[in-house]
Each structure stands twice: as C-alpha cells, then as structure tokens.
C-alpha cells in the first residue's frame, strides 16, 4: 500500500458551516477522504465574507479548498482535486469542478480551490445577492488571472430541510434578489419532495457518482476507473 500524499503546505481544507442538518455528513465526507493528508478547518456561525476572509486567515498553504456544508465529498475527489492543482500555472486564480443536486437532478457548480496568494491581493466582495465567487471571478479576471472549471463531479450538493436552507440564502443576502420568491418556491418544491434521506444521498458517492462521471467521459471517470 502506497504512503498517502501530504497535503501540507499544498492544500487546506475548509468547511464553512453555520449548523445545517447536512453538516455532520459532509464532515464525515470530508474524514473519510482516501490516500492524503491534510489540514481540515471549520469556520463556524460566520457571515459569508467574514467566513471567506477567515479561511484565507488561517490558510497555511499555497491552496484552500472551501467546502460548503452541505456538499458531500466522494472519498478520492481530494485525491483527484489535488491532482489537478499541483503543477497547474500560477497565474489561476479559482479552479472549480462540479456537484450532483439530487434533489433537482442535475449538475451544478461547485467545490472550489482558491490559490490564496491571488486571493489574498484580490480580496472577497459580496455582490447585492450575497454571491462571492462571482465578483470574485469579475475582479481576477479583471486583474489578468484565469478561472478554470471542470465538468467533474467530485461530490454531491445534499437536501437537508428546506427551512434551514431558506435561512442560509437569507444570510448570505440571496433574498434581495428580484427573482427569489420564484426561486423559493421551486426549491421548496422539490426540497419538498425529494425522495433522498441525507444517508442516502450520502450513498450516491459510492455508485452513482463513479457512473455518472464514466458515462459522461470526465477526467474524474478515467481516474475512478
């Protein structure tokens, strides 16, 4: 058996949590990542830039990985993210790859990997909606640097209640937006009626993910493979 690579100095990983039901999944996720090691840090009860602002505080490392706490990770998506990082040009700012949103059925964006030192000139700024990798992108690449996402689903984007995922989109500002009562209703909806226990969609990394990423010919399916 090989000896797991050392994340140190190369990745952080940070989950930001503010106490969802999804958290204690993720954060399992996150402890049972294969073949590495490395530093995990939770940022606890934060508003959304102050939590962004903390991570790159803390940050000992030339990257930091930002996980939400509701996105479940598949035990070697940090093993892949890591790979894709490493030798990449250092001029990219973000790079990001993908989630499965069971509870809508589709792909969505995603897990990103800051590269603090870009990060820390740049700075976070919230937008009117509460959105930070946006303006984020607008000012990196304002500023000469590249944003790279791939079609990778490296995890998946869980459904724990609806209620408690109102309360995270009005904390982050989402509720200024001119379309959120629309958007409201269509999450509650299918948050609603969404067939997945968080153990089950815990599970969907196991199977369903490995699949997923074959079938759709990613970089992440060759590696599973």
């Given amino acids: 058996m090989s000896n797991p690579v050392d994340l140190n100095k190369i990745i952080d990983v940070f989950i930001i949590t503010n106490g969802r039901s999804t958290f204690p999944y993720c954060l399992d996720s996150v402890g049972s990542q294969k073949d590495v090691k490395f530093k995990l840090n939770i940022i606890e009860d934060m508003g959304w830039q102050e939590a962004h602002e903390e991570m790159l505080r803390r940050c000992i490392s030339r990257f930091a990985l930002r996980v939400d706490d509701d996105m479940l990770l598949h035990p070697l998506a940090l093993k892949f993210m890591y790979g894709c990082v ?12 993908r989630l499965w949103e069971p509870w809508s059925n589709k792909m969505c964006k995603g897990i ?3 590269n603090v030192g870009i990060a820390k000139k740049i700075g ?3 937008d009117h909606l509460g959105k ?9 690449e304002k500023a000469g640097y590249k944003i790279k ?6 995890a998946i984007h869980s459904c724990g209640t609806f209620k408690e995922h109102l309360k995270y989109w009005k904390m982050r500002g989402e509720s200024k937006g001119k379309k959120f009562e629309e958007k409201k209703k269509w999450a ?4 609603r009626n969404c067939s997945y226990t968080l153990k089950e969609q815990y599970n969907l990394n196991i199977d369903f993910v490995p699949n997923e ?6 970089k992440f399916g060759d590696f599973l493979k």
């Fill in 213 to 218: 990423n074959i079938k759709r010919g990613t």
């Fill in 124 to 126: 976070f700024r919230l």
């Fill in 132 to 140: 930070i990798d946006k303006p984020f992108t607008k000012n990196a």
């Fill in 149 to 154: 996402y791939s079609k990778d689903i490296v």
């Fill in 112 to 114: 990103k990997v800051y």
């Fill in 86 to 97: 490493k030798n990449q040009k250092d001029n990219i700012a973000l790079r990001g790859w």
């Fill in 188 to 191: 509650k909806n299918l948050m």
